[in-house]
């Protein structure tokens, strides 16, 4: 205990804590399908937990290194992260699956270059607003750089298929922008012309449209483009208050698709009901209302922006994933953070909170 002193041992709590549930829940969630699939119902569970050891090794080492050290690597990181998004395009690097190129393959292991570009976005973007200070609120040289950088993001993460991070990556860049003080008319005249581009994005490739539509009406198409939610909402219907047990959940037996994954939130609902849902939220926020303490009483601009980014980063990826599974918004592939499966997220998130803890140990007085 004395190794943790000066760190925001709340922060790391909860992290720790949403950890092993996800572990749990992992494997309620696959366990059938595991077996039927691999033959082995603890498949991915096993693969889970190993991914969960290496996120709190990366935790951990992310903990010992000075944040300020993230400063020097800003750049770099930037360009490393660029190719790696593209490496994902190379025939026999690169991974597909649904239709979607967002993987580059190793052995026993799949990396999502995208989880990564949302640490290193921040990373890159805590620095430069640092340097900029004042010029932020200037157009030329504090707003249109990093409309430039997003595009960028934008468009080969869009070519990737993966819609959810590059809006995800907008959505932070934006808060930490605003934070720094950007101009409020900069922000609506982007968002402006922004909406045609989003409208055609989303018209203009079938399946989006398809999950537009199964979101304003899935009973319209119940068996098809509107079975997923559907099936997430008989799950949250059939926990009730107090849920039908851990392990007890019906919808995870091939009715709701992505159990695991995307949608393992609506298994947490129907197995441990409205006040496990209710548990879950209530952690997510501490976590994010402990990461904007940080942010407060970090002792320099560029600590302040480096954990109001990764706060505002773990928030929304919790609040878009509780919303598309309760059909608040349409369907999108975000992961639950520390929750769902994959190695990519899980690990990313850890050593995110990692780099929060080293920032909140040099915080002024009690966190």
């Known amino acids: 205990m004395k190794r943790l002193e000066g760190y ?6 909860m992290a720790v804590a949403l950890t092993c549930f996800g572990v749990v829940m992992v494997y309620s969630a696959s ?8 033959h082995d119902g603890f498949y991915f569970l096993k693969r889970q937990g190993l991914y969960a050891l290496a996120g709190m090794a990366a935790m951990y080492v992310a903990m010992q290194i000075d944040y300020q050290v993230w400063k020097r690597w800003a750049v770099p990181l930037l360009l490393g992260c660029l190719v790696l998004l593209l490496l994902v395009f190379v025939p026999g690097i690169g991974g597909s ?4 190129s967002r993987w580059l393959r190793f052995p026993g292991f799949n990396l999502q270059p995208s989880e990564l570009a949302k640490i290193v976005l921040i990373v890159y973007m805590a620095y430069s607003l640092d340097k900029k200070q004042e010029k932020v609120k200037f157009f030329s040289t504090g707003f249109l750089p990093y409309m430039v950088l997003l595009m960028l993001l934008f468009g080969i993460l869009l070519k990737q298929h993966d819609l959810g991070a590059a809006l995800t990556l907008w959505a932070v860049a934006f808060a930490m922008l605003f934070i720094a003080g950007s101009r409020l008319q900069y922000f609506i005249a982007v968002v402006l012309l922004a909406l045609p581009i989003l409208g055609y994005v989303i018209v203009f490739e079938p399946y989006r449209l398809r999950r537009l539509e199964a979101w ?22 059939n926990g009730g208050v107090i849920g039908q047990g851990l392990g007890e959940g019906k919808q995870k037996l091939f009715y709701l698709p992505e159990a695991h994954t995307d949608f393992i939130f609506s298994v947490v609902g129907e197995e441990l009901g409205f006040l496990g849902v209710a548990v879950i939220i209530a952690m997510f926020f501490l976590l994010f209302q402990r990461g904007m303490r940080v942010a407060l009483g970090a002792p320099d601009t560029f600590g302040r922006f480096l954990a109001f980014g990764i706060a505002v980063l773990l928030g929304i990826e919790a609040v878009i994933n509780t919303a598309v599974v309760t059909g608040l918004v349409p369907t999108k592939g975000l992961a639950l953070p520390f929750i769902s499966y994959g190695g990519s997220s899980l690990i990313v998130s850890l050593f995110a909170i990692g780099i929060l803890l080293n920032v909140s140990s040099r915080v002024r007085g009690p966190a």
């Open 97 to 100: 699956a649904k239709g979607a």
């Open 8 to 13: 925001d041992l709340v922060i790391l709590l």
């Open 216 to 237: 304003r009406d899935p009973w319209k198409d119940p068996t098809d483009s509107g079975f997923q939610i559907i099936q997430s909402w008989l799950a949250f219907g």
């Open 31 to 38: 366990s059938i399908m595991a077996a039927t699939k691999y």
